[in-house]
């Protein structure tokens, strides 16, 4: 349903049914050459997923937003969520490290 190019360290998502997944770097230059995507599951249900240099940031369905803990490019799963305050439609990380989000009353934020 949605896909994010999280810079260029990974690439990560939400299916159909609101799971989350990514990929990292070392794996898409390896999926480029096989030809086989081999997504690993972040494990959260999530409306949307962005990914960044500094780490990956995740709406739920409930449109609470979330920090995603221990990212790396070497492991775009990380460890665990932080809750950050406010409610958003959607966010998205750039290639620099900003984080921008619109919020459920259409207010752009950038952190």
């Known amino acids: 349903m949605q896909l994010d190019a999280g810079g260029d360290q990974f690439v990560a998502g939400v299916d159909q049914f609101g799971?989350?997944?990514?990929?990292?770097?070392?794996?898409?230059?390896n999926a480029v050459a096989n030809r086989s995507i081999p997504f690993s599951s972040v494990g959260s249900r999530m409306?949307?997923?962005?990914?960044?240099?500094?780490?990956?940031?995740?709406?739920?369905?409930?449109?609470?937003?979330?920090?995603?803990l221990n990212v790396k490019p070497t492991?775009?799963?990380?460890?665990?969520?932080?809750?950050v305050f406010?409610?958003?439609?959607?966010?998205?990380?750039?290639?620099?490290?900003?984080?921008?989000g619109i919020s459920v009353t259409k207010q752009l934020y950038m952190r």
């Open 75 to 83: 492991a775009c799963i990380g460890t665990s969520w932080t809750r």
């Open 19 to 29: 799971a989350t997944f990514c990929i990292n770097k070392r794996e898409v230059e």
């Open 47 to 68: 409306r949307y997923y962005s990914c960044g240099p500094l780490g990956c940031w995740g709406v739920t369905l409930a449109k609470d937003v979330y920090h995603r």
């Open 86 to 100: 406010g409610k958003f439609q959607n966010i998205e990380v750039g290639s620099d490290g900003r984080v921008f």
